[in-house]
């Protein structure tokens, strides 16, 4: 796979925290940086394609009644 450089501005906080990490983890902050991007962008995809799927779930007419999703929202409030 080809590599690329990228630049990104952090508090010096986080850069700290990266190094931290990289250094318990016995690796570079380039390997801790690319494995945190890789499940950051792993979540959103995954989040989209759900969010996707309910849009077209939705304008097919497969949905939940108001009154069932009002009653399945108590529900989980109660919990």
Excluded: C
Excluded at 11 to 38: F, G, K, Q
Aim: glycine fraction near 2%; charged fraction near 35%; charge should be positive.
């Amino acid at each position: 796979m080809a590599r690329e450089t990228v630049t990104v501005r952090i508090p010096s906080e986080t850069r700290e925290a990266l190094d931290a990490i990289a250094a318990t983890l016995d690796r570079d902050r380039s390997h801790v940086v690319n494995e945190a991007l890789a499940a950051y962008i792993e979540t959103h995809r995954w989040q989209l394609e759900h969010i996707h799927q309910g849009f077209r779930q939705a304008r097919s007419g497969r949905f939940v009644p108001e009154p069932e999703a009002d009653k399945r929202i108590a529900r989980l409030r109660r919990k």
